[in-house]
């Protein structure tokens, strides 16, 4: 699926859900890794704090790992 789409189908998903999507990519390719880390969680949560501060028009959040 190329970048536009999956845009649109984000934006499908956050308009039904009345939410803004977080998605969190993770990879063991070679030359792509980007495995889950613990240290992590502290990047997420504070991705999280900022979006709710800022939020106007949505109420939720959607996480996809």
Do not use: C, G
């Not at 499908?12 to 240290?39: C, F, G, Y």
């Amino acid at each position: 699926m190329n970048r536009d789409k999956r845009i649109a189908l984000i934006k499908e998903i956050q308009n039904k859900r009345k939410s803004k999507i977080i998605s969190l990519v993770t990879s063991d390719r070679i030359n792509l890794s980007a495995p889950i880390h613990q240290l992590m969680n502290a990047t997420i949560y504070e991705q999280l704090r900022t979006i709710k501060s800022n939020a106007t028009d949505f109420q939720n959040i959607d996480l996809f790992i």
